[in-house]
């Protein structure tokens, strides 16, 4: 388990399972238009490793998933209600995206907890319509051991020299072992 694969399993979690529908990207570019809405992006910034101790490569790592949502909606011919839309458009894609994401039994599987889950919105009519963004970052702890990580590059061992020390006075042994073919 890394980064990676806990990006592509909140992938999965969120494909088909929110009003995006199939419309969850990574990675891409993060510039999106309005024909693409609504649509979910997915990263993860942010990878921390916290030792578990110093002999064998073990760690309880954090990944921050970052999930922006977008959205667009205008206002209606009689009324200027655009923005009360968007927003409320956007807190059902929160409350869409948070179950899929926690619910999903192929993350929740592998990883040892949701370590927490920040979430904004933003609506902003700077545009023909008013375009919404959801920012969700949730910090995903799970396990990473010594199969996690590739094997040590060490040179071949081609031989040992073993000596045992002896009381003074008698010869020293000397066993060489060749380990070469």
Same mark, same amino acid.
Request: avoid cysteine; proline fraction near 6%; charged fraction near 25%.
């Given at each position: 388990?890394?980064?990676?694969?806990?990006?592509?399993?909140?992938?999965?979690?969120?494909?088909?399972?929110?009003?995006?529908?199939?419309?969850?990207?990574?990675?891409?570019?993060?510039?999106?238009?309005?024909?693409?809405?609504?649509?979910?992006?997915?990263?993860?910034?942010?990878?921390?490793?916290?030792?578990?101790?110093?002999?064998?490569?073990?760690?309880?790592?954090?990944?921050?998933?970052?999930?922006?949502?977008?959205?667009?909606?205008?206002?209606?011919?009689?009324?200027?209600?655009?923005?009360?839309?968007?927003?409320?458009?956007?807190?059902?894609?929160?409350?869409?995206?948070?179950?899929?994401? !926690?619910?999903?039994?192929?993350?929740?599987?592998?990883?040892?907890?949701?370590?927490?889950?920040?979430?904004?919105?933003?609506?902003?009519?700077?545009?023909?319509?008013?375009?919404?963004?959801?920012?969700?970052?949730?910090?995903?702890?799970?396990?990473?051991?010594?199969?996690?990580?590739?094997?040590?590059?060490?040179?071949?061992?081609?031989?040992?020299? !073993?000596?045992?020390?002896?009381?003074?006075?008698?010869?020293?042994?000397?066993?060489?072992?060749?380990?070469?073919?």
């Amino acid at each position: 388990m890394n980064a990676a694969a806990v990006r592509m399993l909140v992938i999965s979690a969120l494909t088909d399972k929110t009003d995006a529908a199939d419309r969850v990207y990574s990675p891409r570019d993060w510039s999106t238009s309005e024909d693409m809405y609504p649509a979910i992006l997915v990263q993860t910034p942010i990878d921390v490793k916290n030792s578990l101790g110093r002999n064998a490569p073990q760690f309880n790592t954090v990944t921050t998933v970052r999930i922006t949502g977008r959205l667009q909606e205008l206002d209606e011919e009689q009324e200027d209600n655009g923005a009360v839309k968007a927003e409320i458009a956007l807190e059902q894609l929160r409350d869409q995206v948070e179950r899929a994401v !926690i619910n999903s039994y192929d993350l929740t599987r592998q990883i040892q907890q949701f370590l927490q889950v920040r979430s904004t919105i933003d609506v902003n009519a700077a545009g023909e319509g008013h375009i919404a963004q959801l920012l969700m970052e949730l910090d995903i702890e799970y396990y990473q051991g010594p199969e996690d990580f590739y094997p040590i590059d060490a040179p071949p061992l081609d031989g040992i020299d !073993i000596t045992i020390q002896m009381p003074d006075g008698t010869p020293e042994p000397l066993v060489s072992v060749n380990l070469s073919e």
